[in-house]
């Protein structure tokens, strides 16, 4: 017992790297903001979210020193840059209030992206730009910038939302 109670007292997770070359084809769009009066809120977001990438995933996580799941990731994100606080649920979240963004190439930096795995909405990340957005994608993982239009995620894009006007 003892032994197992000075595992959970360790040191925190390291953080490691996940950067990984783009092969975004949208990488070469021009950067876009939601709107000129939310661009400084954009960027805090953007910015937020790029600082969290290498945090481990835990399911239910939402802070930094816990881990992150997909959704707990996002609304700690809001939460800290903006004050906005988002539902529990990628599903609750794409429920929300704000602007849809259908196309890919529409998307400005710190729209919330979402993905239907399953006939549904279960995960859900942030745009950062570029073609490339944040995200807790899973078990034994940890926060990661993947390309949007990549193989697995650009199959299961379902839509934008703009929170940011």
């Not at 939310?38 to 802070?63: C, H, K, M, Q």
């Not at 929300?96 to 919330?112: C, E, P």
């Amino acid at each position: 017992m003892a032994l197992l109670l000075a595992a959970c007292a360790g040191t925190p997770h390291k953080r490691q790297p996940t950067y990984k070359t783009s092969h975004s084809a949208l990488a070469d769009l021009p950067p876009r903001a939601p709107s000129a009066a939310s661009a400084g809120e954009a960027n805090d977001v953007l910015f937020r979210a790029i600082g969290l990438v290498g945090t481990p995933y835990r399911w239910g996580g939402n802070t930094p020193d816990s881990g992150f799941d997909c959704s707990g990731l996002v609304d700690y994100i809001y939460r800290a840059a903006t004050g906005i606080s988002l539902p529990r649920t990628s599903h609750a979240m794409s429920t929300m209030q704000g602007r849809k963004v259908n196309r890919m190439t529409q998307l400005a930096s710190g729209d919330l992206v979402f993905f239907d795995i399953g006939g549904a909405i279960s995960h859900v990340g942030v745009y950062v730009g570029k073609g490339r957005f944040v995200h807790a994608p899973n078990s034994g993982g940890t926060v990661r910038l993947d390309d949007l239009d990549g193989p697995y995620w650009g199959d299961h894009f379902a839509y934008g939302k703009r929170l940011l006007e």
